[in-house]
Nanobody, 125 residues
């Protein structure tokens, strides 16, 4: 049974930074791609960033490119999302997800197999 536990969310002012973490357990972490998603009230869940099994390839949604960085530490079974220059429109519940394989198709929901419970990020203006 895969377990994903997010942490690091909070309430910050616009322009601040946060680093989200997602600790994984249940199967060999380094075998799977990982992703971060978010869902704001009244909106659909969207993919924010993704990373392949070894960190060799990453993808970002356009609205966060240049501000967010996804990374992973396979020795710690953890994936991170460094979020800089936060904006009020980044306010959402952020989830991490584990893919079915070592690679991902960024725009394909079927890529993602396991989900965490989420951590709230609120950015005030």
């Amino acid at each position: 049974q895969v377990q994903l536990v997010e942490s690091g969310g909070g309430l910050v002012q616009a322009g601040a930074s946060l680093r989200l973490s997602c600790a994984a357990s249940g199967r060999t972490f380094s075998n799977y791609a990982m992703g971060w998603f978010r869902q704001a009230p009244g909106k659909e869940r969207e993919a924010v960033a993704a990373i392949t099994w070894n960190g060799g390839s990453t993808s970002y949604t356009d609205s966060v490119k240049g501000r967010f960085t996804i990374s992973r530490d396979n020795a710690k079974n953890t994936v991170y999302l460094q979020m800089n220059r936060l904006k009020p429109e980044d306010t959402a519940l952020y989830y991490c997800a584990q893919a079915r394989t070592a690679y991902y198709s960024f725009g394909a929901p079927a890529t993602w197999e396991s989900w965490g419970q989420g951590t709230q990020v609120t950015v005030s203006s």
